[in-house]
């Protein structure tokens, strides 16, 4: 059998691979497997692989890339290894290999899927689907930008993905602490800093915050509160600072 894959975009390319190769060790665990790049100087090892019986399963996988680099020898053995029973081939390439020599490999293909750049509306379904794959929404600002900014780039796409995909993942885990009103109202200093601080990084809108601390301690503050209202509603300080200048007092 000859799986034919080939375009530029690697990423996709690869994957694919990847499952046929996953898919046939789950069919044939014991098979041999080996991979060859002849722009690596493989050809010899492929030769040796090629011309040995298989030991412990009824088949072989061969992944090979540049082809085309073959010499006269390797592509003879290149044939009589589509011909063979036995051995699987799995042909990887950049570009189409060019068709004179190589037609055998495409017209003998069980499967032929082409990789190119994607863009636009075929960009935006790979990316969703590598987004769910991950376990990211979405509806997530961040992959939205991810998206935008990497279009055509699977591997970059991919990457910063996944590292979105894992930061989610140890954060997910993480229990905040949520801001106390009364101890902020009523605590020292310390504590005060401590709940602004932790409203803050939870979000906590700052007005409401600041109108409850206000109802909390008008008995005792109705003058400051009152003061720190004007200021905030003529501009001359916002929400944060009055409760900043509160929490310091």
């Known amino acids: 059998m000859i799986i034919y894959l080939f375009g530029p975009d690697s990423y996709r390319r690869i994957r694919s691979k990847e499952r046929y190769l996953a898919a046939t060790r789950e069919k044939y665990p014991h098979a041999d497997v080996a991979e060859f790049d002849f722009e690596a100087d493989d050809e010899l090892a492929f030769l040796r692989f090629a011309s040995a019986a298989p030991l412990f399963s009824p088949i072989r996988i061969a992944v090979v890339r540049n082809v085309a680099l073959l010499s006269r020898e390797g592509r003879e053995a290149i044939k009589q290894a589509s011909e063979s029973p036995i051995t699987n081939l799995i042909v990887e390439e950049e570009k189409s290999l060019p068709t004179a020599e190589f037609s055998f490999l495409k017209k003998k293909a069980s499967i032929v899927e082409e990789y190119a750049i994607l863009e636009g509306e075929t960009w935006q379904s790979f990316a969703l689907t590598e987004a769910t794959r991950l376990g990211l929404s979405s509806s997530d600002p961040r992959l939205q930008l991810l998206i935008t900014m990497y279009e055509g780039d699977s591997w970059g796409f991919a990457t910063e993905a996944a590292r979105l995909a894992l930061w989610e993942?140890?954060?997910?885990?993480?229990?905040?602490?949520?801001?106390?009103?009364?101890?902020?109202?009523?605590?020292?200093?310390?504590?005060?800093?401590?709940?602004?601080?932790?409203?803050?990084?939870?979000?906590?809108?700052?007005?409401?915050?600041?109108?409850?601390?206000?109802?909390?301690?008008?008995?005792?503050?109705?003058?400051?509160?009152?003061?720190?209202?004007?200021?905030?509603?003529?501009?001359?300080?916002?929400?944060?600072?009055?409760?900043?200048?509160?929490?310091l007092s």
Do not use: C
Not at 194 to 203: D, K, N, P
Not at 232 to 247: C, M, P, R, S
């Open 169 to 247: 993942k140890a954060h997910s885990s993480v229990q905040l602490p949520t801001a106390d009103i009364s101890r902020f109202a009523f605590g020292s200093r310390g504590e005060r800093l401590l709940h602004m601080t932790i409203a803050v990084a939870s979000g906590e809108a700052p007005a409401r915050f600041f109108y409850a601390t206000a109802a909390m301690t008008a008995k005792n503050h109705t003058p400051l509160w009152a003061g720190y209202d004007l200021a905030v509603k003529t501009g001359k300080l916002d929400y944060e600072e009055a409760l900043l200048d509160f929490a």
